[in-house]
């Protein structure tokens, strides 16, 4: 592998297609030459012609996303867009390299010029170049990049649409994310040469370096506030001493929810539920619940009446509370410090899904999509999660879980049993 130029340097692209391949890129950020991120389908000079394939597909992704939720034939319509990206069962292990329709329908866009005017500009620099979209990775590979090429996977399992159509001759080094997608890609046809088991890149401002004294910190406050009973900590002390240290008597805040929606405004309405579900204890201070709406203003001005509706004045800061901002970077520093005084994580199963690794219990939200429904199974076998109850009793179920200690049971699984260095790794790989 050649050596990178000084200082260890890259191109970190990504695309603005939903949170998940921004969010990803985000904690690489240093890598970037000026600390900021490139998005292959929105970058100042883009050829038109470029910019039209890109939207076509945002904004199929985003109309089937929300179409979903139509009664009867959205889930029908979604079905059918799905078993084009659908993860194949991985027992019986078999040779999976055989390329697909849509792999291939997207090689020949790339050849017909697709991408070009991109690498052609980041090549101006030979530096390597850090991914976290197959589709970046291809075009850098077929319009000879000159730096290495890096793609970083963002789910538990991934399609064969991550590895190109030849795979066997790729010169593309994956990060995986999970010993699971370390093996898929092998049956892929990746040699394993080529694929690299670094974890998933979870923002470092969450972790505190080699030590983790920012994570460790905040979990000591976290698992205080999820085992009110003391009965985990009762029995689990020795570990939990071992892995964070002597316990503070108090987390001096309310048990904090945080609730996510998708970069397509999905599954919003469960957010109201959970809050509708627990507003007397939202107002009496004893839980706080924090409404990530991203950076859809349609997201925003919708939690923002229905709050109002229940009783609560702006700027919600007596329990309930809105997460938003205008620009993915600016949301994403607000999310990652939100999360360090959350105690709950609630969402779909999507890239956040590696986020219990911070020590966060996580409910899942209904997956969307064949990479989700892995990204639970992932989530559950860890034994960090479990699957949302009706929210409309939440009020019932959330305590009862919590004065058994499972929540609290379940951050420490995540915290011991996923892996948190992955952005740390993958700088480490890029500088060799």
């Given at each position: 592998m050649?050596?990178n130029t000084?200082?260890?340097?890259a191109w970190v692209?990504?695309v603005?297609m939903g949170?998940g391949h921004?969010r ?5 950020r240093d ?6 991120l ?5 970058y100042?000079g883009?050829p038109s012609?470029?910019?039209d394939i890109?939207s076509?597909t945002?904004?199929?992704?985003e ?7 139509v009664?009867?034939i959205?889930?029908?319509v979604?079905?059918?867009?799905d078993?084009f990206?659908?993860i194949?069962?991985f ?5 999976l390299?055989?390329?697909?329709i849509?792999l ?6 790339i ?6 005017d ?9 530096i390597?170049l850090v991914?976290?979209f197959f ?8 319009w000879k990049y000159?730096?290495e090429i890096?793609c ?15 795979p066997g001759?790729t010169?593309?080094?994956y990060?995986a994310s999970?010993?699971?997608v370390?093996e898929r890609?092998?049956?892929?046809g990746?040699k394993?040469?080529n ?12 972790i ?9 910190k905040d979990?000591?406050?976290r698992i205080?506030n999820?085992d ?5 900590i009762?029995?689990y002390g020795s570990?939990?001493?071992?892995n ?5 008597s ?7 929810i945080?609730?996510?929606v998708g970069g397509?405004?999905?599954q919003k309405e469960?957010?109201?539920k ?8 939202v107002k009496?201070?004893?839980?706080k ?5 991203g950076i ?10 229905e709050?109002k509706?229940?009783g ?6 007596d329990?309930?509370?809105i997460l ?11 999310f990652?410090?939100?999360l360090?005084?959350?105690d709950?994580l609630w969402?779909?199963p999507s ?6 690794a911070?020590?966060l219990?996580?409910?899942i939200a209904?997956p969307?999509g064949?990479?989700e429904?892995?990204?639970?199974e992932w ?9 949302q109850?009706d929210?409309?009793y939440?009020h019932e179920w959330?305590?009862d879980y919590l004065?058994?200690?499972w ?7 995540g915290?011991?049993?996923a892996?948190?260095?992955?952005a740390y790794?993958?700088e480490?790989?890029?500088?060799q």
């Amino acid at each position: 592998m050649a050596k990178n130029t000084p200082g260890g340097k890259a191109w970190v692209v990504a695309v603005s297609m939903g949170y998940g391949h921004q969010r990803t890129a985000y904690p690489l950020r240093d890598l970037s030459p000026d600390g900021k991120l490139i998005n292959a389908n929105d970058y100042e000079g883009i050829p038109s012609g470029d910019k039209d394939i890109w939207s076509s597909t945002s904004h199929f992704y985003e109309f089937i996303s929300r179409f979903k939720r139509v009664p009867l034939i959205g889930s029908a319509v979604f079905y059918l867009y799905d078993r084009f990206q659908k993860i194949l069962t991985f027992y019986p292990k078999r040779d999976l390299s055989r390329s697909t329709i849509a792999l291939g329908q997207a090689f020949r866009l790339i050849r017909k010029g697709w991408g070009k005017d991109l690498m052609q500009r980041l090549s101006a620099k030979k530096i390597p170049l850090v991914t976290t979209f197959f589709t970046t990775a291809f075009m850098a590979e077929e319009w000879k990049y000159p730096g290495e090429i890096y793609c970083v996977t963002a789910d538990a399992d991934v399609a064969r649409g991550w590895a190109p159509v030849e795979p066997g001759k790729t010169r593309i080094h994956y990060c995986a994310s999970t010993d699971r997608v370390f093996e898929r890609l092998k049956l892929y046809g990746i040699k394993e040469e080529n694929i690299h088991l670094t974890g998933y890149p979870l923002p470092k401002e969450n972790i505190g370096g080699k030590g983790k004294d920012i994570l460790k910190k905040d979990m000591r406050l976290r698992i205080v506030n999820l085992d009110p009973s003391g009965r985990y900590i009762s029995e689990y002390g020795s570990i939990i001493r071992e892995n964070l240290g002597k316990l503070p008597s108090t987390a001096g805040r309310p048990l904090t929810i945080l609730f996510s929606v998708g970069g397509a405004g999905a599954q919003k309405e469960i957010g109201m539920k959970i809050v509708k579900s627990l507003r007397d204890d939202v107002k009496s201070k004893k839980v706080k619940v924090i409404l990530s709406a991203g950076i859809r203003r349609e997201t925003m001005n919708y939690f923002t009446s229905e709050l109002k509706a229940l009783g609560f004045r702006e700027p919600f800061n007596d329990g309930a509370e809105i997460l938003w901002a205008i620009g993915l970077h600016d949301y994403f520093a607000k999310f990652n410090e939100a999360l360090r005084a959350t105690d709950i994580l609630w969402t779909k199963p999507s890239e956040l899904s590696f986020y219990c690794a911070l020590g966060l219990p996580i409910i899942i939200a209904p997956p969307i999509g064949s990479q989700e429904d892995f990204n639970r199974e992932w989530l559950l076998r860890v034994g960090a999660a479990m699957n949302q109850y009706d929210p409309d009793y939440a009020h019932e179920w959330l305590f009862d879980y919590l004065k058994d200690g499972w929540f609290a049971e379940a951050a420490m699984h995540g915290f011991l049993e996923a892996e948190k260095m992955g952005a740390y790794n993958i700088e480490k790989l890029v500088a060799q």
